[in-house]
């Protein structure tokens, strides 16, 4: 029992001394050992910087395939906008042509402006879709894709892989090391734990040279990401602020031309204004005509007839006439100014004669109320 106690307690020994070795060789870095501490530190720090370049290298190629992504999106959407707009402009050009309306065409020449504006927009559109595709989305994507990240990052997968070959090695070097102070060991031993010393300087000396490569190939695709992508930032938002001030033009130019043709379509449809008109015949020209035209208190030689309002007509003067629309009116005399005299509803007075029409056949209930 003392013996299998003994032969325990010296398992549990070598144990623990491997343990504080490997502790050692991971505390140190890959190199081990008390003389090595500023190349430890050094090929600690390199490792972590590579870490820190390649979550920076994976982040921006990430947004740069964002931004591919929802630009190309942009593109799909947009040429489907400018589909419907240059049909919507080819359809607002074809009624201008055609101009069926009967009674103008202030609305066929709006629509011929705004089709030809919506033409124009829609070619601006077409412009940018273009400028987005060519300057963002291709210099972007080649980035992505190109060879420079690729290598870079087989470099640092290489220098990784190197790295753990070498801390592999510095396990088994350092096993063999406290073996050799725990025993005599023969020379064959000693030989191959020589080899593998021999093996870690190697190890150790390619790991530094290939975290210099890596790095320095990591460095340079992080600053092209961030260069590029900004670039590519700038050539949009510039790309679309031309195009937002095209299109504003156009659209100040077109609300121009509507905003006329929509005064004349929503102005009123009557005869030549009433200021333009001359005022009705004084009083001493009124009693002169009807002084010429009567005989004995008769007016067999006036032409009287019905008419109806079509224009509604607001009297100023005390011998003028207010009109509604729909109202019948006797006319019975009509000036050269183009004023008449008549009576509707029991009142008589002038009004201009072109707000009324004619009337052969009316109803006897429409006659009345002219009286």
């Not at 010296?10 to 090595?36: E, M, P």
């Not at 121009?256 to 004084?282: F, V, Y």
């Amino acid at each position: 029992m003392d013996a299998i106690r003994k032969q325990a307690t010296k398992l549990r020994d070598q144990v623990a001394k491997q343990q504080q070795a490997v502790f050692k060789q991971f505390a140190g870095g890959i190199y081990g050992g008390s003389d090595n501490v500023g190349a430890d530190g050094t090929e600690l720090h390199q490792h972590q910087k590579l870490e820190r370049l390649y979550i920076s290298t994976r982040a921006g190629k990430h947004y740069q395939r964002d931004i591919v992504r929802g630009v190309e999106g942009y593109i799909v959407t947009g040429s489907k906008q400018v589909e419907i707009g240059t049909k919507l402009s080819e359809d607002s050009r074809k009624y201008g042509t055609e101009n069926t309306c009967t009674s103008g065409n202030t609305l066929s020449k709006a629509a011929q402006s705004f089709g030809r504006a919506r033409a124009q927009m829609e070619k601006e559109h077409g412009i940018l879709l273009k400028a987005l595709g060519t300057q963002v989305a291709e210099p972007l994507r080649a980035m992505v894709v190109g060879a420079p990240l690729e290598d870079a990052r087989h470099l640092a997968q290489r220098y990784d892989r190197m790295r753990q070959e070498a801390e592999a090695q510095a396990i088994d070097v350092s096993r063999r090391q406290a073996k050799l102070r725990e025993s005599t060991s023969s020379p064959d031993f000693i030989m191959k734990l020589e080899a593998a010393e021999s093996k870690l300087q190697e190890l150790k000396s390619n790991v530094a040279t290939m975290g210099k490569e890596a790095a320095a190939a990591m460095a340079a695709v992080e600053g092209q990401q961030q260069r590029l992508t900004l670039q590519r930032l700038l050539a949009m938002v510039e790309a679309e602020r031309n195009y937002h001030q095209r299109i504003l033009q156009i659209l100040d130019q077109l609300e121009g031309e509507m905003s006329s043709d929509r005064q004349q379509i929503e102005a009123p449809s009557t005869p030549t204004a009433e200021n333009s008109m001359p005022p009705p015949p004084s009083y001493e020209d009124v009693s002169g005509v009807f002084a010429s035209e009567t005989y004995d208190g008769s007016t067999e030689g006036a032409d009287y007839f019905l008419g109806e309002v079509m224009h509604s007509f607001n009297a100023v003067t005390d011998v003028e006439l207010s009109l509604s629309i729909g109202d019948y009116v006797v006319v019975r005399k009509v000036s050269s100014s183009g004023w008449a005299e008549g009576e509707c509803k029991g009142k008589a007075g002038w009004f201009p004669f072109n707000y009324v029409e004619r009337r052969e056949h009316v109803l006897a209930s429409k006659v009345s109320e002219a009286f």
